[in-house]
């Protein structure tokens, strides 16, 4: 497996070992983010609240979003609200299949 599917690293040492040990932890909470996010659409989050939901930091958050969004699970809505920090973020929603799309309207 490769990224998306796996947690990333750019140069080995501390930064692969570090990705070997959240693999399955990623992965899970990668999947538990989008399906949450599915449930919400069209509504859209920022990382922060998306961590907030779910009890987390920030840190293991952004990573999954990144992977989500490579793999074209979520997508940036094209708005943008203030984080914790008071910085202008982009918002994030799921990305819906035809199917799931035909099931909400059916």
């Known amino acids: ?42 509504r859209d989050y920022t990382a922060d609240e998306i961590a907030e939901h779910f009890g987390l930091s920030l840190l293991p958050v952004r990573p999954r ?7 074209r699970e979520v997508e940036q809505s094209g708005k943008r609200r203030l984080s914790r920090a008071g910085r202008r973020v982009n918002c994030w929603r799921a990305v819906l299949t035809e199917e799931e799309k035909a099931a909400r309207h059916g």
């Open 65 to 71: 979003l990144a992977e989500a969004h490579y793999a």
């Open 1 to 42: 497996m490769s990224y998306p599917d796996t947690a990333g690293y750019k140069t080995p040492g501390a930064s692969k070992e570090a990705a070997i040990a959240v693999r399955d932890q990623a992965r899970v909470l990668r999947k538990r983010i989008v399906a949450y996010l599915k449930s919400q659409y069209p």
